[in-house]
T-cell receptor
Framework: AQSVAQPEDQVNVAEGNPLTVKCTYS??????LFWYVQYPNRGLQFLLKYITGDNLVKGSYGFEAEFNKSQTSFHLKKPSALVSDSALYFCAVRDDYNNNDMRFGAGTRLTVKP | NAGVTQTPKFQVLKTGQSMTLQCAQDMNHEYMSWYRQDPGMGLRLIHYSVGAGITDQGEVPNGYNVSRSTTEDFPLRLLSAAPSQTSVYFC???????????FGEGSRLTVL
């Protein structure tokens, strides 16, 4: 079955600095990759996705992610972090063998300090 | 603009009790799913449905039942609650075009 690993439980950055939240995946077929964000006591919200095409994907709120097939990674990035970016971030994957089974990582808590 | 609506938001049960978590969506999505969220484990898929009358098991289905009689509704039933089912439960529906999941606000369940 497909799986996702987010190796960092916590990422701390200063406001204005670039941020990276790491994600690696494992699938049998072709991956469909997603990033979601969760604010306190809320459901998850979609940020961006990679299905096919350009390896650099741009999403909501200035976030982007780079698909790297050889490293099976899909790291989330932002050039300049904001305090309001502080939240819990989830990477997720499904593949074209089982399009209905989306697997999520354990989540990475991003804290941006002023 | 309701999206995905879950009820109740909070529930406390005693071991052995039964209950149903309700989920409704107004986006005409065929695909719906239930996840549980536990600290350090992310979201784990319990059950999903690809349309009315069709359900299937996810990663952690034991102790849970689902049914899908209409496109809009996808209730999750706990027949005999156990403390291990203490969790936050999320319902989601999927846009077939974009593949994006839309989540409800969550239901926090405590089993004593």
């Amino acid at each position: 079955a497909q799986s996702v690993a987010q190796p960092e439980d916590q990422v701390n950055v200063a406001e204005g600095n670039p941020l990276t939240v790491k994600c690696t995946y494992s699938v049998s077929g072709n991956p469909y990759l997603f990033w979601y964000v969760q604010y306190p006591n809320r459901g998850l919200q979609f940020l961006l996705k990679y299905i096919t095409g350009d390896n650099l994907v741009k999403g909501s709120y200035g976030f982007e992610a780079e698909f790297n097939k050889s490293q099976t990674s899909f790291h989330l990035k932002k050039p300049s972090a904001l305090v309001s970016d502080s939240a819990l971030y989830f990477c997720a994957v499904r593949d074209d063998y089982n399009n209905n089974d989306m697997r999520f990582g354990a989540g990475t808590r991003l804290t941006v300090k002023p | 603009n309701a999206g995905v609506t879950q009820t109740p938001k909070f529930q406390v049960l005693k071991t052995g009790q039964s209950m149903t978590l309700q989920c409704a969506q107004d986006m005409n999505h065929e695909y719906m799913s239930w996840y549980r969220q536990d600290p350090g484990m992310g979201l784990r898929l319990i059950h999903y449905s690809v349309g009315a009358g069709i359900t299937d098991q996810g990663e952690v289905p034991n102790g849970y039942n689902v049914s899908r009689s209409t496109t809009e509704d996808f209730p999750l039933r706990l027949l005999s609650a156990a403390p291990s089912q203490t969790s936050v439960y999320f319902c989601a529906s999927r846009d077939s075009g974009s593949g994006e999941l839309f989540f409800g606000e969550g239901s926090r369940l405590t089993v004593l």
